[in-house]
């Protein structure tokens, strides 16, 4: 029996999902023996293998080019695919900026700041181009499953990976559904 | 800036007698003298009524005809029923815009011009239909609409517009005991006066009148609820806002039928001991407004109305209040939030209008095809009544029929006809689905046309909509949850936000974007709102999708995407300000919407 | 046999009430709690949140709205009814712009909490990315319309217990938005106090102190521990 395999992936978030991920303590030797982690920042592999994986973790919002064709194809290597943190759930902390249009920001980061030396809107094609607004995840794909938080607790990760693993519909405890 | 004119505000405050509980009035009257109602003539009318600046805010910024900014001299609405839309009312609209060179929803630049959508207008029989500061076109053609902008261009006052483009006809094509019945004013107020207004209330209940604006609630019970409640003050109103889409059998009644209709309301007033009674018209039907004045005055000089009618101890008048454009207005307590100059949101029920209606006051509040009946039951007798229907449906019913049919119009049938007698009578062919009631009716198709029209089957206010087989009815429900999502007052989360929802949804069903997984939940979600909305219009807006997906969901199976999911925004066009911005445009600068990328994945 | 005779029976336990009082209300004296927003203890009923939907002899209806009636048979705690708030909820959050990790009023918030007690955990639903208008013109007072939930809880404290008359809803279906009456349309121009009873019933971080801002650490906050009765009636009581 090969085990089930899970990979993670990150677009506009601050890594605190995978850190609190992280912060199952001893419990991920548990999960290591149950799964095999395929890509994952934790792994450093860059992209999912090609026969797919079974669970897909993906945590931050979109808010660049980047992190569609990321999304996309996360998505498309994932059977179940769950969004992770307020970040893919709503679009959280990066979607502050929803309240100012893009260009205003572009202008006040490169153009009019304080302390801006050579004003210039950067254009080189290496570099995503920012969407008008940020927005979640659930726009643009599927998404399976949610756990949300800001992040999500450890105990949240915990109860919902082993649900998934014994085929249990994941439900999570009072103390663990959190939106902040 | 215009330059608002004052004298004239003054004197429309005047007129309604400074007197707040006719804000809404008040404000329509502004709106049809300067063209529209900006912040300075608000905070005016808020400090000369003292009411709240924010009411004021609420109620302007509520019906569809009252504007915040200046509309200018020139305000076009043209009508978007699916009915009208299958007449060609698209082209209507383009050649308008083109030729008056403005933008849909917006002011034109010189302030003079105004063009926009709304909803039904009562004219489905006539259309396309549009309205010109209030008065009605029907039959307008992309040529005539050409004719229209050039008088418009011109500057030329509405009076001097051939009376003919005025026309609205009013010739039913079926009569049945109603339409054929001689009316004769004061003859059945006299024979209720003489065996006294207990007796004729029995009458009444022995005919087995059922309310004709939809619901069907029994008429005499509603009354006599009504007349044992306690309260200072009784009133009688007559809810003539015919908003369901596809109805115009009030405004056959409207126009022909007015004095019996007030002759109703005048009975209702003697039952129910209330001196006053309020027609509540809608603001679509404006240009009948002052005929129904001058059957008023008449019936007044007839001592048919007024003080001691017929020479009796009986006082009752009728004062006419117009609707601004609110579908939710004919929800009857929101009519008299309405009434009571505020926005028309339906009011918590408990308590109901019968107990607690105006001004907290005992009400009864009855459809104009309900009044004309029980007139025509004081004068013709109880059994004049029950000589046609069906047991639980007693009498006739007017059906406003229109759509893919040949002889479209008024027709009147015994409750207990069938879809299919209809249908051979108004010349439908190749049937594809009868839309019954309206948009928050039911859509039946073939098989079902043999059932019968009556509260016990197929319960309708009257509309009565065709569709051919050319017709692809899923535009056909686009077009009415549009309308519902448009016309939800925003009171209660289930609807305001529940329709919206819908709209997207619908949208990209249409579009061929959405998934089998998408339609299953938005079916959820529709039933959500179905259940939880807090009046009839949350609760019957997700009927038509509901309705259809149960006898039609071949035809929504042909319309969804195979693929895994297409994004709920343009992709690109979220790119296109910073693409702007840095000026580029390779290829990293744009992101497909489908393709590879979405495609079902492993 | 008074007992008997003013008694109905919610999700299988017979509840007494007092003649008047509504479902909610006899649910709330009895210690049960029916979810709500737009409902506050102290105010005239209002009935729009609809998240208080129960079934009433089997029809749908709102238990703040409706009258306890002798007899009646009342479900609330059914997988039908929380599945159906929960959607109420999500369309809540997908109407305004509710982000909870910078939300002040994160750990004390009902729209929240209710969120919790009926198991949301996404928003489901596109959202509208709606633009509304902020309000810091007040001293003491934020108005931040982005988390409005339009329930009227200040426009009626601010009505009936204040008697200021302060806020108002304007506007039609998803256009709806809270106004303020004042000439400018802002806060600041009127005489809004914090001390007032409108500043106290906000059930999310809409109308809020200013100088507060997070104002209790996480794990002490009102709705760490799982919703009740006693939670929200201390909430009810007092922010
Ligand atoms: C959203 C909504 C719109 C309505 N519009 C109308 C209307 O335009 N005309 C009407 O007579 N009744 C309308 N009704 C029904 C009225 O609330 C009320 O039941 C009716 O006027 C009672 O009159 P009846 O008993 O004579 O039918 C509407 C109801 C709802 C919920
Ligand atoms: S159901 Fe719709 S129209 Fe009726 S009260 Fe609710 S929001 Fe208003
Ligand atoms: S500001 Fe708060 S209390 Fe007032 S309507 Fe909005 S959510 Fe309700
Ligand atoms: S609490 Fe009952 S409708 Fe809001």
């Known amino acids: 029996m090969t085990k089930p395999t899970i990979a993670t992936c990150s677009l506009a978030g601050c890594f605190g999902c995978h850190m609190s991920l992280l912060d199952i303590d001893e419990r991920i030797v548990d999960l290591v023996q149950l799964v095999q982690f395929d890509r994952s920042p934790l792994t450093d592999i860059k992209h999912c293998s090609e026969q797919g994986v079974d669970i897909g ?124 | 800036m215009h330059a608002m004119n004052y004298q004239r505000i003054n004197q429309i405050l005047d007129d309604h007698g400074r007197n707040p509980l006719r ?24 400090k000369a009524l003292a009411v709240p600046l924010a009411q004021v805010h609420g109620v302007v910024a509520f019906y569809h005809f009252l504007s915040p900014e200046i509309q200018g001299q020139y305000r076009i609405y043209v009508a978007d029923n699916i009915i009208d839309r299958m007449h060609g009312n698209q082209e209507v609209m383009a050649t308008l815009l083109q030729e008056l060179q403005a933008e849909r929803g917006k002011p034109r630049a010189d302030g003079q011009v105004f063009i926009d959508y709304t909803s039904c207008t009562g004219l489905c029989d006539q259309g396309p239909a549009l ?133 109703g309301m005048t009975l209702a007033g003697l039952v129910i001991g209330a001196e006053k009674g309020f027609l509540y018209l809608r603001g679509e039907y404006t240009y009948l407004y002052s005929q129904l004045v001058a059957t008023l005055a008449r019936r007044r000089a007839e001592h048919l109305l007024g003080k001691n009618i017929l020479g009796r101890e009986f006082n009752f008048d009728v004062e006419i209040h117009l609707g601004a454009g609110a579908y939710v207005a004919g929800e009857e307590s929101a009519l008299i939030e309405s009434l009571e100059g505020k926005c028309a949101v339906p009011r918590p029920r408990p308590p109901f209008t019968a107990t607690h209606g105006y001004l907290g006051q005992p009400t009864v509040c009855n459809n104009v095809e309900t009044f004309v009946k029980t007139a025509l039951i004081a004068q013709n007798g109880a059994d004049w009544f029950l000589e046609c229907g069906t047991r639980y449906s007693p009498g006739s019913k007017l059906l406003s029929v229109s759509g893919d049919v040949a002889r479209p119009g008024i027709y009147e049938y015994p409750f207990g006809t069938s879809v299919q007698t209809v249908l051979e009578a108004c010349g439908a062919r190749e049937t594809q689905a009868v839309q019954i009631g309206g948009p928050s009716g039911t859509c039946i198709t073939p098989n079902e046309f043999d059932r019968a029209i009556c509260y016990e089957d197929l319960s309708t206010g009257g509309s009565f909509m065709v569709f051919n087989r050319s017709r692809d009815m899923l535009s056909v429900v686009q077009n009415f949850i549009h309308f519902f999502a448009d016309e939800s007052c925003g009171f209660c989360t289930p609807c305001r936000v529940g329709t919206q929802l819908m709209r997207r949804a619908i949208d990209k069903i249409v579009a061929g974007k959405a998934g089998a997984r998408e339609l299953k939940e938005i079916e959820h979600a529709a039933k959500c709102t179905r259940a939880m909305s807090h009046c009839g219009l949350g609760q019957t807006a997700t009927k038509p999708f509901l309705d259809t997906l149960d006898r039609l969901r071949p035809q929504y199976e042909a319309r969804l995407s195979n693929l895994d999911f297409v994004p709920n925004f343009d992709l690109d066009q979220s790119l296109s300000k910073t693409r702007a911005l840095s000026q580029r445009d390779d290829p990293h600068a744009h992101l497909p919407q489908t393709g590879e990328a979405c495609d079902a994945r492993i | 046999m008074q007992e008997s005779e003013f008694s109905f029976e919610l999700d299988g336990t017979d509840l007494p009430f007092e003649p008047g009082q509504s479902i909610m209300e006899a649910a709330t004296q009895a210690g049960v709690y029916i979810p709500h927003l737009c409902h506050h203890p102290d105010l005239r009923r209002n009935g729009s949140c609809k998240l208080c939907t129960v079934k009433v002899n089997g029809r749908f209806g709102s238990a703040c709205a409706l009258p306890a009636q002798a007899g009646c048979t009342v479900e609330s705690n059914t997988s039908e009814l929380q599945e159906m708030r929960r959607q109420i909820v999500q369309m809540l959050f997908v109407e305004g712009n509710h982000y909870c990790p910078f939300c002040e009023k994160s750990g004390n918030c009902q729209l929240q909490v209710v969120a919790y007690h009926v198991g949301m955990v996404d928003m489901h639903f596109p959202p509208f990315n709606t633009a509304r208008q902020l309000d810091a013109s007040h001293r003491e007072m934020l108005l931040d319309r982005d988390r409005c939930i339009q329930c009227a809880r200040c426009v009626r404290a601010s009505q009936d217990l204040d008697k200021k008359n302060i806020f108002g809803l304007a506007g039609r279906g998803m256009n709806i938005r809270l106004v303020v009456n004042s000439d400018s349309g802002l806060l600041g121009d009127t005489d809004f106090s914090s001390a007032d009873h409108a500043a106290q019933v906000c059930p999310t971080g809409a109308l809020i102190r200013k100088d507060q801002a997070y104002p209790c650490p996480i794990g002490s906050r009102l709705y760490d521990t799982p919703i009740s009765q006693h939670t929200i009636r201390q909430d009810a009581r007092h922010d």
């Not at chain 1, 008008?132 to 990976?161: M, N, Q, R, T």
């Not at chain 2, 009605?136 to 609409?145: C, E, S, Y």
């Open chain 2, 131 to 263: 309205l010109i500061n209030s008065r009605a076109l029907t039959h307008v053609t992309p040529d005539r609409a050409k004719e229209i902008a050039e008088r418009i261009n011109a500057g030329e006052p509405l009076n001097n517009w051939p009376s003919h483009w005025f026309q609205v006809e009013e010739s039913p094509r079926v009569a049945g005991p109603v339409l054929a019945s001689q009316f004769e004013p004061g003859r059945g107020l006299q024979a209720a006066l003489e065996m006294g207004p207990a007796q004729y209330l029995k009458e009444v209940e022995r005919a087995g009148l059922r309310g004709r604006g939809g619901a069907g609630f029994r008429t005499a019970i509603k009354w006599r609820v009504s007349r044992d409640a306690p309260g200072k003050t009784h009133y009688v109103i007559c809810n003539a806002d015919e908003g369901e889409p596809g109805t115009f059998k009030d405004r056959a009644l409207l126009t022909r039928d007015a004095d019996a209709m007030f002759e």
């Open chain 1, 57 to 180: 973790l993906i945590e931050g919002a979109l808010c660049n080019a980047e992190n569609i064709h990321t999304l996309r194809e996360f998505r498309r290597r994932c059977r179940i695919l769950v969004a992770v943190g307020t970040c893919a759930i709503s679009g959280g902390v990066p979607a502050l900026r929803n309240r100012i249009p893009v260009e205003e920001c572009l202008n006040e980061a490169y153009l009019q700041g304080q302390g801006i030396d050579q004003p210039q809107i950067p254009n080189d094609v290496e570099l995503p181009l920012l969407m008008d607004k940020v927005y979640p995840v659930h726009e643009v794909v599927h998404i399976d499953y949610s756990l949300p938080g800001c992040p999500p607790p450890a105990d949240a990760f915990w109860s919902l990976l082993t649900a998934l693993l014994e085929g249990r519909e994941p439900s999570l405890d009072y103390p663990l559904r959190r939106f902040d």
């Open chain 2, 23 to 46: 804000l809404v009035q008040i404000l329509i009257g502004i709106q049809a003298e300067c063209g529209g109602i900006p912040a300075s003539v608000r905070d005016y009318i808020s």
